[in-house]
Nanobody, 123 residues
Framework: QVQLVESGGGLVQPGGSLRLSCACA??????????MGWYRQAPGKQRELVAT???????SSADSVKGRFTISRDNDKKMVFLQMNSLKPEDTGVYYC???????????????WGQGTQVIVSS
């Protein structure tokens, strides 16, 4: 079974920065990874898309984070990152990593989610 392990969340003041990381494990069981992305869920709200990145490196992001958040990936390390700058209180929420992963010996990719990492933006 594939697991997505997130790290990097925490408490930060408005205007500050955080970098989230997500690793796909175990690495040896993974044949390929397609699109990867970050989603977030604020208290009392639905989960929403923050940013995505294809296997080729093409990115897209929500209008609310454009110019502040940058998604990137390291295909060799099977990781995806989210650099968050100029953080605002409305960025507060649980951030989830998502990836389309194909395991060795399996024909089709399956969608996997991380357990979530808390981001709190507050003074």
């Amino acid at each position: 079974q594939v697991q997505l392990v997130e790290s990097g969340g925490g408490l930060v003041q408005p205007g500050g920065s955080l970098r989230l990381s997500c690793a796909c494990a175990p690495s040896g069981s993974i044949a390929s990874i397609g699109a990867m992305g970050w989603y977030r869920q604020a208290p009392g709200k639905q989960r929403e898309l923050v940013a995505t990145i294809t296997s080729g490196g093409s990115t897209s992001s929500a209008d609310s984070v454009k110019g502040r958040f940058t998604i990137s990936r390291d295909n060799d390390k099977k990781m995806v990152f989210l650099q968050m700058n100029s953080l605002k209180p409305e960025d507060t929420g649980v951030y989830y990593c998502n990836a389309a992963v194909r395991r060795w010996g399996v024909t089709n990719a399956a969608n996997y989610w991380g357990q979530g990492t808390q981001v709190i933006v507050s003074s």
